[in-house]
């Protein structure tokens, strides 16, 4: 359960929490304790959004609820902290829109009643959000403010945020840098939804620099935190499929990286939404193509980019789409005798391009000099050239 002025004090599965939530809604209704009732209802709402069978959309209506009755009654943190949780709730739906407009209005609110902890909470997920839907010239115009946040009251949450920009970006030694800085405090939280992403990112920033111990450790780490952890957050998808890519790199870890599988299935059980799907679907395929099932694989990717593109979320689609790509050249090289080349390339071809055209529509937007440079060197923008080439090898244009 999120909350805006620290980790969540709730220890109990979300289970209980919805259980004792309404007991204590009931009796704050009974009493009349109109700030206990706001409360609650913004407890109840948030836990509810978080597992699919505890009907998220009640879990929607319960978080407005308690806005609506916060703003009446003129309770200011009462009011940003359901700004915040609906609109946290609404990202991990994938409702970004939605979320969006939530944070926005968190922002103008937060500053004019002086709640000062709140705005700075709102800028960082407004970036977070841009970032995911493509709108990067957006939040690198922002930067210093987002640097400046990152080691304020929002640090561990804005500096995952920061390594992740790098990370994409290409500027890995400074993600690591960042990610190892603010590490220490992360881990004195002791909470999945803070650990499990800013680890994903220092082991995204590890692997990229060759450092595999310190990669594999790190995997090992946030992993062991998702299987001990009795409801997931919605940020230990995506760091699952970072987990199961890494792990099929090498024979000696394919295993694990099977094992990758049922813990993407576990958070597609909880959560029902369309990242959990495409995550699930580029997992699978991830596994497909490291066994050789090229046919079985291609048809995963397929789904996963379709997925993301209907998300808006473009960089996930270039890396679905690389992969996809990936698939169906492993295909027609293990079957040549399967189909026409022309076939293949009317399907392969096309992949790789549109992901290079995704890439280059963010490098557009990327005006800094020395970060573009970074970018089109960045290991996802020289896997899809790579591609490309190989591609382009075996089957010239002209043929």
Partial sequence: ????????????PQAQAVTWGERALALAVRLGAEDV???????????RNHVHEFDPPRGLELLRDSL??????GLAHDACRAYFNLGEDLVGL??????????????????????????????????????????WAEVLDRWPALLKLSTGVWGVWAARLVGRIYNDL????????????TLPRVL????????????????????????????????????DLIDRSPYLDWSCTMAVIFACSWYTTRPETLAAAHACLPRLERAHSQ????????????????????????PTATHHFRQAAAAWEALGRPYDQARALKSLGSALHAWHTQHPQAGPVDSYLSSARPALAQALAILDSLAA???????????????????VRQAQARLDARFPKTA
């Fill in 365 to 383: 937007q990327v005006s800094d000099p020395v970060l573009k440079t970074s970018f089109l060197g960045s290991q996802l923008y020289r896997e």
């Fill in 188 to 223: 004195k939280w002791g909470e999945v939804q803070i650990i499990v992403p800013h680890l994903e990112q220092l082991a995204r920033a590890y692997a990229a620099l060759g450092a595999e111990a310190e990669a594999g450790q790190t995997i090992q780490h946030f992993l």
């Fill in 1 to 12: 359960m999120n909350t805006a002025t620290g980790p969540a004090k709730l220890k109990l």
């Fill in 170 to 181: 290409g500027r890995i030694e400074m993600a690591r840098l960042e990610m190892e800085r």
């Fill in 37 to 47: 009732t706001v409360h609650a209802l913004n407890n109840i709402g948030s836990a």
């Fill in 68 to 73: 609506r009755r916060a703003l009446a009654l």
């Fill in 94 to 135: 994938c409702r970004y829109a939605e979320a969006r407009a939530v944070f926005e209005e968190l922002y103008v609110y937060s500053q004019r009643v002086q709640a000062q902890i709140f705005p700075g909470g709102a800028f960082r997920r407004l970036a977070a959000l841009d970032w995911s839907c493509g709108r």
């Fill in 271 to 294: 959560f029902h939404t369309l990242e959990s799907e495409a995550a699930l679907a580029e997992g699978q395929g991830i596994i497909a193509l490291a066994e050789g099932a090229s």
